[in-house]
């Protein structure tokens, strides 16, 4: 049983940045690969960007390269994800993910077992 929380969501302006961050309930990142998604309205869940057990391997999606990154801080159960010079097309739902099949930066939501509720991100002028 693993508990996901995300924050750091909020309204931003185009250009601007925003760190959203993932608590987990018990210490997973040993074991666990991590990783962000989103989901716009009328849209399918999508990987934004995914790190290994280990922190030392990171996958991003296309649309978010260079400026997205995703991290782990050491020795906690804490997933961080800075988000830089946002457009109107990042505008969506986040979500933290945890698997338990792979220790992996896996890309594909079929990795994927353990989810968190979700943060409202608004990227307008």
């Known amino acids: 049983q693993v508990r996901l929380v995300e924050s750091g969501g909020g309204s931003v302006q185009p250009g601007g940045s925003l760190r959203l961050s993932c608590a987990a309930s018990?210490?997973?990142?040993?074991?666990?690969?991590m990783g962000w998604f989103r989901q716009a309205p009328g849209k399918e869940r999508e990987i934004v960007a995914a790190?290994?057990?280990?922190?030392?391997?990171?996958n991003y999606a296309d649309s978010v390269k260079g400026r997205f990154a995703i991290s782990r801080l050491s020795g906690t159960s804490t997933l961080y994800m800075q988000r830089n010079n946002l457009k109107a097309a990042d505008t969506s739902v986040y979500y933290c993910?945890?698997?338990?099949?792979?220790?992996?930066?896996?890309?594909?939501?079929?990795?994927?077992?353990?989810w968190g509720q979700g943060t409202h991100v608004t990227v307008a002028s």
């Open positions: 018990e210490r997973i990142f040993d074991a666990y690969a």
């Open positions: 993910a945890a698997s338990e099949f792979t220790r992996l930066a896996a890309t594909l939501k079929g990795y994927y077992t353990d």
């Open positions: 790190i290994s057990w280990s922190g030392d391997s990171t």
